[in-house]
């Protein structure tokens, strides 16, 4: 169940569909985790131990590190208290399948994410 303002996944990047395919048979393998698709492109796991997606749409909003994501019930109040609090606005608020997020820097210059429905 998420939480609000606490950290809700972890997603990996992959470069392609076939990357995903490729990181979930490795993790199934390696650590028994078993994924849910939603398509080619993204597949997530609760069985790591907390959520983690692996993430291979290849578009301008790609990150190359892994990425922490933040839940928030209220996604357009977090921005602003992101913003309000000295968080660089990386990627502005947009869609996706299951909700909406943006993505962030903090002060150190890391990168996180924040979602809701």
Not at 14 to 35: C, D, K, L
Request: aromatic share 12%.
């Amino acid at each position: 169940m998420t939480e609000n303002n606490r950290i809700d996944l972890v997603e990996f990047p992959a470069a392609s569909p076939e990357a995903v395919a490729a990181s979930r048979a490795f993790y199934e393998a390696a650590f028994g985790w078993s994924f849910t698709s939603y398509g080619d492109a993204y597949v997530d796991t609760s069985s790591s131990g907390t959520t983690a997606g692996i993430n291979g749409f290849a578009d301008d909003r790609q990150q190359r590190m892994p990425l922490v994501v933040i839940y928030a019930a209220d996604l357009d109040a977090a921005r602003e208290a992101v913003l309000g609090s000295g968080g660089t606005l990386v990627h502005d608020t947009y869609e996706f399948p299951g909700g909406r997020r943006f993505h962030f820097s903090d002060p150190a210059g890391n990168e996180l994410a924040v979602w809701s429905e």
